[in-house]
């Protein structure tokens, strides 16, 4: 879309306002609403804002910075009669794409591929919980399982309005349905050509479904795990490569599965433990990455196998198009930007060094006691976020991957939230050894 398919549309629509949308360094949505009559000036040279304000981003020494909007992203917001166009984050004056801005650098990747011929497709799947409020307290709106119908699913509504409304916006949802835990629910969107779209429709869908429950009087939280013993949130990951219209990870004559697709997969194990600390985030995400809850915390990969780290989708395996390998452990409080950079540098480090990943596992991984498990030589992801952030302090290709400015600051500032949570003095320990 150019800007004047754009203009044409803001005419036709009435529209007054556009939002400029970007993230910060979280990849949590921020936006400057403005005017249209200021369109034709921002596209021309951006609109400038104090970068100063944004989790890293700059320092006040150096704050001024720019929005640059990017024309394909341009949507109407349905419940609010406004648009809304993504934006990129750039240097002053030269217009350049400053570096600490999650976007350009995914965009960065992607434009290497492209001079080899190569697309990175990534297509996430995204859980999350609706909550209502009862006696001032926040709990699972309904009490259904997983594909329920209607009474005991009552998330039915919201999920096919907020399906039409993501729509209007771009994003093209296929299949919704109620998941395993109470009040958990997941829209799934089509598959998009170019991992930069599928991370744009990432944080569109979240503030949709938010922006639905929110006139319904729900609460949605993306919380990787919200209740205690309950199915916790996650942002499965799945993803392929083709160059030049053939998807590499196929090839008939290994069983469907290529020596690349095998490599990438070599790649993703290999970087796994530092990959947590990115797309796992959160010190919560450290208690839905535990067995029995199908969030897989052993190195592993497998066909058609959730107990693994990493699943080869076994449906359509003869299918050239259908074949990828399903990343499982993210979960959706990452920044999609940053964890779909690393993601792919790790997959490319495996193709381009040949990292053979172990045999594929085509048993349950949870029935096997820790013995067993070592025994057989099955590493662990990080067991908590301390030890996630350590991890990607050692590895120099997913740092790397990051970029110094924000690899930097990411780490100092999980850090600090570490080292805040493991102070922090929870009700559970207060309760469990208050009279000792």
Same mark, same amino acid.
């Given at each position: 879309?150019?800007?004047?398919?754009?203009?044409?549309?803001?005419?036709?629509?009435?529209?007054?306002?556009?939002?400029?949308?970007?993230?910060?360094?979280?990849?949590?949505?921020?936006?400057?609403?403005?005017?249209?009559?200021? $369109? %034709?000036?921002?596209?021309?040279?951006?609109?400038?804002?104090?970068?100063?304000?944004?989790?890293?981003?700059?320092?006040?020494?150096?704050?001024?910075?720019?929005?640059?909007?990017?024309?394909?992203?341009?949507?109407?917001?349905?419940?609010?009669?406004? &648009? !809304?166009?993504?934006? %990129?984050?750039?240097?002053?004056?030269? $217009?350049?794409?400053?570096?600490?801005?999650?976007?350009?650098?995914?965009? +960065?990747?992607?434009?290497?591929?492209?001079?080899?011929?190569?697309?990175?497709?990534?297509?996430?799947?995204?859980?999350?919980?609706?909550?209502?409020?009862?006696?001032?307290?926040?709990?699972?709106?309904?009490?259904?399982?997983?594909?329920?119908?209607?009474?005991?699913?009552?998330?039915?509504?919201?999920?096919?309005?907020?399906?039409?409304?993501?729509?209007?916006?771009?994003?093209?949802?296929?299949?919704?349905? @109620?998941?395993?835990?109470?009040?958990?629910?997941?829209? %799934?969107? !089509?598959?998009?050509?170019?991992?930069?779209?599928?991370?744009?429709?990432?944080?569109?869908?979240?503030? *949709?479904?938010?922006?639905? &429950?929110?006139?319904?009087?729900?609460?949605?939280?993306?919380?990787?795990?919200?209740? /205690?013993?309950?199915?916790?949130?996650?942002? @499965?990951?799945?993803?392929?490569?083709?160059?030049?219209?053939?998807?590499?990870?196929?090839?008939?004559?290994?069983?469907?599965?290529?020596?690349?697709?095998?490599?990438?997969?070599?790649?993703?194990?290999?970087?796994?433990?530092? $990959?947590?600390?990115?797309? +796992?985030?959160?010190?919560?995400? /450290?208690?839905?990455?535990?067995?029995?809850?199908? &969030?897989? *915390?052993?190195?592993?990969?497998?066909?058609?196998?959730?107990? &693994?780290?990493?699943?080869?989708?076994?449906?359509?395996?003869?299918?050239?198009?259908?074949?990828?390998?399903?990343?499982?452990?993210?979960?959706?409080?990452?920044?999609?930007?940053?964890?779909?950079?690393?993601?792919?540098?790790?997959?490319?480090?495996?193709?381009?060094?040949?990292?053979?990943?172990?045999?594929?596992?085509? /048993?349950? $991984?949870?029935?096997?006691?820790? *013995?067993?498990?070592?025994?057989?030589?099955?590493?662990?992801?990080?067991?908590?976020?301390?030890?996630?952030? !350590?991890?990607?302090?050692?590895?120099?290709?997913?740092?790397?991957?990051?970029?110094? @400015?924000?690899?930097? !600051? /990411?780490?100092? @500032?999980?850090?600090?939230?570490?080292?805040?949570? +493991?102070?922090?003095?929870?009700?559970?320990?207060?309760?469990?050894?208050?009279?000792?």
């Amino acid at each position: 879309m150019d800007k004047e398919q754009i203009k044409k549309i803001i005419k036709e629509k009435n529209i007054r306002y556009i939002r400029l949308q970007f993230v910060d360094m979280l990849g949590i949505p921020k936006n400057f609403s403005i005017s249209v009559d200021l $369109l %034709d000036s921002v596209f021309e040279s951006g609109m400038g804002f104090d970068s100063s304000s944004i989790k890293g981003f700059t320092d006040v020494s150096c704050s001024d910075s720019v929005l640059m909007p990017d024309p394909n992203t341009f949507g109407v917001v349905p419940w609010l009669d406004e &648009a !809304r166009i993504i934006c %990129d984050v750039c240097y002053p004056t030269t $217009l350049k794409p400053f570096e600490g801005d999650s976007r350009s650098l995914l965009k +960065s990747e992607i434009q290497k591929l492209a001079e080899e011929k190569m697309e990175f497709y990534v297509g996430p799947e995204i859980e999350f919980h609706l909550l209502k409020e009862e006696n001032g307290k926040l709990i699972p709106h309904d009490t259904g399982g997983f594909a329920d119908f209607a009474p005991l699913d009552l998330g039915e509504e919201i999920r096919n309005k907020a399906g039409l409304y993501m729509q209007t916006m771009g994003v093209r949802s296929e299949i919704t349905h @109620h998941e395993v835990g109470f009040g958990q629910h997941e829209i %799934d969107f !089509r598959f998009k050509e170019s991992a930069l779209e599928a991370a744009d429709d990432v944080i569109t869908y979240k503030q *949709v479904v938010k922006n639905i &429950a929110a006139k319904e009087g729900l609460v949605v939280t993306y919380m990787p795990k919200p209740f /205690y013993g309950q199915a916790g949130n996650g942002m @499965h990951c799945h993803q392929s490569i083709f160059k030049n219209g053939k998807n590499l990870f196929y090839d008939p004559k290994t069983k469907n599965l290529s020596d690349k697709g095998r490599w990438y997969i070599g790649g993703i194990l290999k970087h796994a433990k530092a $990959l947590t600390a990115i797309c +796992s985030p959160s010190v919560n995400s /450290y208690k839905r990455l535990v067995p029995g809850y199908e &969030a897989p *915390v052993y190195i592993s990969w497998g066909w058609a196998n959730r107990t &693994a780290l990493v699943r080869i989708p076994g449906y359509n395996p003869t299918n050239e198009k259908a074949m990828r390998i399903e990343f499982r452990s993210p979960d959706p409080t990452c920044n999609p930007y940053l964890a779909f950079t690393a993601m792919l540098k790790a997959g490319m480090d495996g193709i381009e060094n040949q990292i053979e990943p172990p045999e594929p596992i085509d /048993y349950d $991984l949870f029935e096997l006691s820790l *013995v067993e498990l070592e025994e057989r030589g099955i590493e662990t992801l990080p067991g908590n976020l301390g030890e996630a952030i !350590r991890e990607l302090e050692k590895d120099k290709v997913i740092r790397d991957s990051l970029g110094k @400015h924000i690899s930097t !600051r /990411y780490i100092d @500032h999980k850090k600090r939230v570490w080292n805040d949570y +493991s102070m922090y003095v929870t009700d559970w320990e207060f309760q469990k050894y208050l009279r000792y």
